[in-house]
């Protein structure tokens, strides 16, 4: 019973240490938008604020979507040992057993059919359609917002196909 102790724990600290990586990534909510908004403009054109938010927006949707994903994984990886750990040890309620190995199943099949690595690619897509159009927008004097109006059509394209 000790090694369970011992490996929830472990599971725990694992959980705890993404949580806190997660945090450190996105304390500085704005790392994106700062980025493009004090670049150099040559032709002191900015884009409108609208783009720089929806940028953020899907910054901050990928970053849930990724620590789910680890979560997940990491779930799926500690049940499914702890599950065969429980296997060699007869002296376990067969409830537990049955607790564990329900979870661990749950949490596998939920990773693999909700696939929220390839959710958050899509956001990852969208986040780079974005920043290009806005940069192309600020860089170049004669673009117009035609360019950012089809950027944002485009990104909320492949945000709907990679979903869907």
């Known amino acids: ?14 959980i705890v240490v993404i949580l806190l990586v997660f ?13 493009l908004f004090e670049s150099k403009k040559p032709f002191n054109k900015i884009a409108p604020a609208i783009y720089y938010d ?6 901050k949707y990928y970053g849930l979507l990724i620590l789910i994903h680890y ?5 799926s990886v500690f049940l499914t040992t702890l599950t065969i750990y429980m296997v060699m040890d007869s002296e376990l309620d067969d ?10 199943a749950v949490c596998t099949n939920l990773q693999m059919i909700l696939q929220f690595d390839k959710m958050a690619e899509a956001y990852i897509v969208a986040i780079r359609i974005l ?19 089809e950027a944002n059509k485009k990104a909320e394209d492949v945000i709907h196909n990679k979903v869907q």
């Open 71 to 75: 979560f997940f994984t990491v779930m």
């Open 54 to 59: 929806k940028q953020m927006l899907f910054r």
């Open 95 to 104: 409830t537990l057993r049955l607790v564990v190995t329900v979870l661990a």
């Open 1 to 14: 019973m000790n090694w369970i102790i011992i490996s929830v724990f472990i599971f725990f600290l694992i």
């Open 23 to 35: 945090r450190r990534f996105y304390n500085d909510k704005n790392v994106g938008r700062k980025f």
């Open 131 to 149: 920043e290009d159009a806005i940069i192309r927008y600020e860089q170049i004097e004669e673009t117009s917002l035609e360019v950012l109006i």
